[in-house]
């Protein structure tokens, strides 16, 4: 009953001074702001924009691109090839072994190698950052480079699962290693650091790669 005595009162309000009426609503309710949806993105995007520049023009970054010295750009790309030469290479001697080549080869010695690889990584990841921040802008954009940013990182889980599936599995080593599974990941290798490595070398060309799909 209140409810609409309330509401016959404000009916009653309205019909004798609209503008006065409306006029304490819009004092009691002000209207806000809304930024169009396009602004909240350019803002985004103009955020990343700055962040790509401030790294690519930081200090570091200008040194391993611009100097002259030799410990710059040309150490640093020299220790990314042979981080590289030491994960894959060891890797593929091991899933060469996993395949059945070279049976002569004890499995179980090869277990030390998984820290090598591991190293080789790291020394490969490290020196990629620097790479990276030195042509951030490019590199970011080119979808090779990324596609053997996705390869890489296949290849390191596929890593991490022969030596506990196989090397530290449960049922021990000979039989895991006789199993379709260690083959798998044998085959697996081969096909993702072959992948990795044939797009390293297609990002230095992405006109040419572009020209494919045109």
């Known amino acids: 009953m209140r409810a609409v005595l309330v509401a016959s009162e404000a009916a009653t309000a309205v019909a004798a001074d609209p503008q006065r009426f409306f006029s304490r609503g819009r004092d009691l309710f002000p209207p806000v702001a ?12 103009g955020s ?3 962040l790509i520049s401030a790294i690519e023009n ?9 100097s002259p010295s030799i410990f710059a750009y040309t150490t640093i790309l020299a220790l990314h090839a042979i981080g590289l030469a030491i994960v894959v290479g060891l890797n593929t001697v091991l899933a060469l072994r996993l395949l059945g080549f070279v049976k002569e080869l004890p499995l179980a010695p090869m277990r030390k190698l998984f820290p090598w ?5 790291t020394i490969n990841a490290f020196s990629g950052l620097s790479l990276l921040a030195a042509n951030l802008s490019n590199d970011i954009t080119n979808w090779m ?10 290849a390191m889980v596929n890593l991490e699962l022969t030596r506990a599936r196989v ?10 290693a006789s199993s379709r599974r260690a083959r798998l990941f044998a085959v697996g290798a081969l096909v993702l650091w072959s992948g990795a490595i044939v797009a ?3 990002t ?11």
């Open 34 to 45: 809304v930024q169009p949806t396009g602004a909240v993105r350019r803002g985004h995007i």
């Open 48 to 50: 990343g924009v700055d």
């Open 58 to 66: 930081s200090a570091y970054a200008t040194w391993v691109r611009e």
């Open 117 to 121: 690889m591991y190293a080789g990584f």
């Open 145 to 154: 480079f990324l596609l053997k940013l996705a390869l890489i990182a296949l």
């Open 167 to 176: 090397f530290d599995a449960a049922e021990g080593l000979v039989e895991a």
């Open 200 to 202: 390293g070398r297609l």
């Open 204 to 214: 230095e060309y992405p006109n040419m790669v572009a020209g494919w799909f045109t």
